[in-house]
């Protein structure tokens, strides 16, 4: 998607108030998302990116975002007994998954129904020792979740974010962008988009939002699907394609499905890169 096309994508996305639709989508993925073909990459840069923290025993952590559970759970094994972790999504489906999943791991942690900025406006005054938000921040406006997060942090406390950018999966981007330019009459509503350009402005939001950056790198996955219904099984059932399905007309999704295949056989397959930042700031 060009940075033109994203700019009017994103402002329509504020103005229809279209963030329920990333909660439509998740509902209706949380029994498929860890099946999704891309998840063992992000699955696996997440417990990397959490063993390098280095959580102390005795931690008082929030998780926002938490889907069904993989970074909670990171982190309640990390804290232990004596730590707490407190997790929030606004998708009663991942959240159902995600109680599912705590009780069979036998790990302790409160889940709550809620938004991520909702959320940390709840939480006490320095009351955490570590927030995380693994592949969920990107649904917010960085500033307001960054100035939340120093709030609810403790003097010395992390905040510790992988956060998908602008131009992450920019080649799906570039095969999907084409047909809804030339057939606008499949979308219902935009989805707003809040991810960041870059490390630049991420780091910016931070340092206003009063926290100190200890790590700030740009990194990427890259995974080629085998063909194009893989493609299509992938965007109706991932988490990654959320927003995607329910922000198109119900009726027009087989069509709309259609096109792309369409699409990204004209291009010869699809091999698609997560662009992301990793992210530590400290209060």
């Known amino acids: 998607m060009n940075a033109l096309a994203r700019a009017l994508f994103g402002l329509a996305g504020r103005l229809s108030g279209g963030g329920d639709l990333y909660r439509h989508d998740y509902d209706l993925r949380a029994e498929t998302y860890e099946l999704a073909e891309t998840r063992p990459l992000t699955r696996r840069a997440s417990e990397e990116f959490m063993e390098g923290l280095k959580v102390s025993p005795g931690s008082r952590c929030l998780d926002l975002g938490c889907g069904t559970a993989h970074s909670a759970l990171l ?7 004596s730590g707490s972790v407190d997790a929030c999504d606004i998708s009663a489906g991942m959240l159902a998954v995600a109680k599912s999943r705590a009780a069979s791991a036998d790990c302790h942690v409160t889940f709550t129904r809620a938004g991520m900025t909702g959320f940390l406006e709840s939480r ?57 330019l030339r057939r606008p009459g ?21 340092e206003r939002g009063g926290l100190a950056v200890e790590r700030l790198k740009e990194r990427e996955l ?7 219904a893989s493609v299509v099984e992938w965007l109706r059932s991932s988490g990654p394609a959320a927003g995607l399905t329910a922000a198109l007309k119900p ?22 890169t997560f662009r992301y ?4 700031g400290r209060k």
């Open 75 to 81: 982190l309640a094994r990390a804290a232990g007994p």
């Open 124 to 180: 006490p005054p320095a009351s955490a020792d570590l927030a995380s938000a693994l592949w969920s921040a990107e649904y917010c406006r960085p500033g307001p979740l960054l100035r939340l997060c120093a709030r609810a942090l403790t003097p010395g406390g992390r905040a510790a974010m992988l956060v998908s950018t602008a131009e992450s999966l920019s080649e799906l981007q570039r095969a999907v962008t084409p047909v809804l």
């Open 186 to 206: 499949f979308i219902r509503r935009f989805p707003p988009i809040n991810f960041p350009p870059g490390p630049a402005a991420f780091r910016a939001a931070a």
């Open 222 to 228: 890259a995974h080629t699907f085998k063909d194009a």
């Open 251 to 272: 009726e027009r999704l087989d069509e709309f499905f259609d096109a792309v295949a369409r699409e990204i056989e004209r291009r010869s397959g699809l091999t698609v």
């Open 277 to 280: 930042l990793e992210f530590v």
